[in-house]
């Protein structure tokens, strides 16, 4: 019972000493993935980059304690994180105030609905998912991720559009424009470096040279090159009308949204009142502001790609300082430092006396030190309804991943995996890392792997990567300023080339043509509705449950006619010719209300079509269960067909079923000598009173049969 409610405690049974050295090592090998995984990781979902430390710090020490794999590295991986920036991105702009917080709500309840899910033994509702949702789903999200990251690799900032496929046309439009060779070169060399030594050298951890190597040469070129200039320094009239209109659209927009809570608290109040005319007033003055709210961030948006569109030459000064001429205005004779430079422009109001001027990349920049402080999220009732249903999906699709890697390293160890115990696990390590700053997390298959392969033995050693990640946070955070953020992104794209499988889509044709149409149409419904994620996948599982109900209604009822080997197959499916007096009826699936009139149609067009029939034997090997609905309509086909002056007959009739028909009697009706063991018998039995008087040369039921006659 102790080992159940902290199951770290079983990883005490035959430790030694060597199994130590082993998870020490693997630890420190996974945090040395880890670290700059989980940077890049939480870009992709919106967070400044050091969340990823933070969601690297407690979750994956909690899930490895109260988990039930000992191999599994919980930390940030690439579809939990697109999925918390869709989830997110509605609610706030990515890595303000707002949006951090509404992370950590939604990480905590991440963390409680994969909690209770494990309390309550309910880890069988993962099923939900097919694989050939998932599958299309997966492969989608790496398409998504991966060119997520092409306005980070090629060095310029454009804003989300509505659809994703829209925001990745103004990123090439974008580039075409302008793009930073630095910032190009440094992302594509990366992804070069990592790929090439992850087929040469994998025993190295290629993601921490490439990190290393491009920081060292970022800061030894200067490769970061920001100045600040004052709207004075800016030799461009139309610019600084740009930046003078840009700041009035979006300091309007603030200003108006006060207004809006307040005609909203007065309409509220016209409501408590009943008073209709103040109500309409109300609505009508509220929805004026908001047309005037999106007219604001509309012209905002568009004067914020202009000031982006803009190169500037710098021209340095006596002083250090430098004036800023747009490219095309250059005064003849001025010389300017060979830089392109342009203006950081933001979703904030720009500070004239401060303009951020880049004529540089983009990097990492300072990371706070220490650790994360602990304290639990602010929860808001409005943004918990609306963060719930993200939740529930990347609870489930979180989990699924998890799980899935755990039971592939469960089955080269030979441990016993609990699913139950797992859900348990990933659950608190949320619910914690709700509370020190971190945003969902789940099993990650690439540092699992790396676990695994460096021999660990228990959870020990996700301890052990945690502890690194807490020295790191402590003492070495001023090393990581100059990491270039194209290199982040080479890192998630390499990352995510693991998620893209082809095969998935031909081996789910294979199986079933409807699988492989549903795995299909999930992948194209999520690209199409990016970066609204949830869409899609909750089509793909609309889908999946539509074609299970339609099985169901109308499980497959064949007619069995005696084989080439003497096995008794499909007569349609395998161009077989049927007895003329007996029906051998194989009905596959569960008898219940929603597909009982089913068997019972297919019964009767039977009758009709087969003048000669005498006899109707219902296989029920494939009948596993049976309601109320199911055995009324048994009790009436038996009439009906007795009715008619032909007879029936059951064969293979399994427990479950038989216990149904004691109890209701039916098997009275039935006859206790039509219930046969096998069809062999229930043939033998029938046959020659169905075939009494008939012309028919030869049975194809029964040539064995006529043997034992």
Not at 7 to 29: E, H, M, Q, V
Not at 674 to 702: D, F, G, N, W
Request: include cysteine; charge should be neutral.
């Amino acid at each position: 019972m102790l080992t159940k409610i902290l199951p770290f405690l079983s990883w005490l049974k035959g430790y030694n000493a060597n199994s130590f050295r082993a998870d020490f090592i693997s630890g420190l090998t996974v945090a040395l993935v880890l670290i700059p995984q989980s940077m890049a990781y939480a870009q992709l979902a919106g967070m400044p980059s050091y969340y990823g430390l933070y969601a690297a710090f407690l979750p994956p020490m909690v899930a490895a304690l109260f988990g039930s794999s000992r191999q599994l590295a919980t930390g940030p991986v690439a579809v939990v994180s697109l999925m918390t920036a869709a989830s997110l991105a509605p609610l706030a702009t990515a890595g303000s105030g707002g949006y951090i917080a509404y992370a950590m709500v939604l990480s905590f309840l991440v963390g409680l609905f994969q909690f209770l899910l494990g309390v309550l033994r309910l880890g069988l509702v993962v099923n939900f998912l097919s694989h050939p949702v998932v599958n299309g789903f997966t492969n989608a999200a790496a398409i998504i991720i991966a060119t997520s990251q092409m306005a980070k690799i090629f060095g310029v900032s454009v804003d989300n559009a509505e659809h994703h496929y829209e925001t990745i046309i103004e990123v090439c439009k974008a580039a075409a424009h302008y793009t930073h060779w630095p910032t190009f070169f440094f992302g594509v060399g990366s992804f070069t470096l990592m790929f090439v030594m992850k087929k040469v050298t994998p025993k190295i951890p290629n993601v921490l040279v490439a990190v290393v190597l491009s920081t060292v040469i970022a800061w030894a070129t200067g490769y970061k090159h920001d100045t600040k200039a004052g709207i004075a320094d800016i030799q461009s009239p139309s610019t600084k009308e740009l930046i003078a209109e840009f700041n009035e659209a979006v300091a309007a927009v603030p200003a108006l949204a006060e207004e809006r809570t307040a005609l909203n608290l007065s309409l509220e109040e016209a409501q408590k009142a009943l008073d209709s005319k103040a109500i309409l007033d109300a609505q009508h003055e509220a929805n004026l502001i908001q047309l005037q709210i999106v007219e604001m961030e509309e012209r905002s948006a568009k004067i914020r790609k202009e000031l982006r569109e803009q190169l500037f030459a710098g021209v340095p000064q006596d002083n250090g300082s430098y004036l800023f001429y747009l490219q095309q205005e250059l005064p003849a004779g001025a010389e300017d430092d060979g830089r392109v430079w342009r203006i950081k422009v933001g979703n904030r109001v720009l500070n004239t006396d401060e303009l951020t001027m880049m004529g540089g990349g983009a990097v990492v920049a300072e990371i706070p030190k220490g650790l994360p402080a602990l304290s639990m999220p602010t929860f808001d009732l409005r943004i918990m309804s609306h963060l719930l249903p993200s939740a529930i999906i990347i609870s489930l699709l979180g989990f699924m991943e998890a799980i899935s890697i755990a039971k592939a390293m469960a089955a080269k160890t030979g441990q016993r995996l609990d699913p139950n115990q797992e859900l348990i696990g990933q659950g608190l390590a949320n619910l914690v890392g709700s509370m020190s700053s971190a945003y969902p997390a789940s099993g990650s298959f690439s540092r699992s792997a790396v676990n695994l392969q460096a021999g660990a033995v228990t959870g020990l050693s996700s301890l052990f990567t945690s502890m690194t990640v807490v020295i790191v946070l402590l003492f070495f955070t001023p090393l990581l300023y100059h990491l270039p953020q194209a290199v982040l992104a080479a890192v998630i794209m390499m990352a995510v080339i693991g998620l893209i499988n082809a095969s998935g889509f031909l081996h789910a044709w294979k199986a079933k043509k409807y699988d492989g149409a549903i795995s299909i149409f999930s992948f194209i419904m999520t690209l199409v509705f990016a970066p609204h994620l949830d869409k899609g996948i909750m089509i793909g599982v609309v889908l999946s449950l539509a074609v299970f109900l339609y099985k169901s209604m109308r499980p497959n009822v064949s007619t069995l006619s005696r084989f080439a080997d003497d096995s008794l197959k499909n007569a349609v499916v395998h161009g077989l010719r049927e007895c003329q007096h007996i029906d051998m009826i194989r009905f596959e699936g569960p008898l219940f209300f929603a597909n009982a009139s089913f068997l019972e149609d297919q019964i009767t067009e039977r009758m009709l079509k087969k003048k000669s029939l005498k006899h109707i034997v219902i296989v029920a090997n494939g009948m596993n269960d049976i309601d109320a609905s199911g055995e009324e309509v048994l009790s009436l086909v038996v009439s009906t067909v007795r009715s008619a002056g032909l007879d029936i007959s059951f064969s293979g009739v399994n427990e479950s079923v038989m216990e149904v028909l004691e109890r209701t009697h039916l098997i009275e009706k039935i006859g206790r000598d039509h219930i046969y063991s096998t069809m062999e018998k229930a043939i033998c039995a029938v046959h020659e009173s169905a075939h009494r008087k008939s012309e028919e040369s030869q049975c194809p039921l029964t040539n064995v049969c006529y043997i034992a006659n």
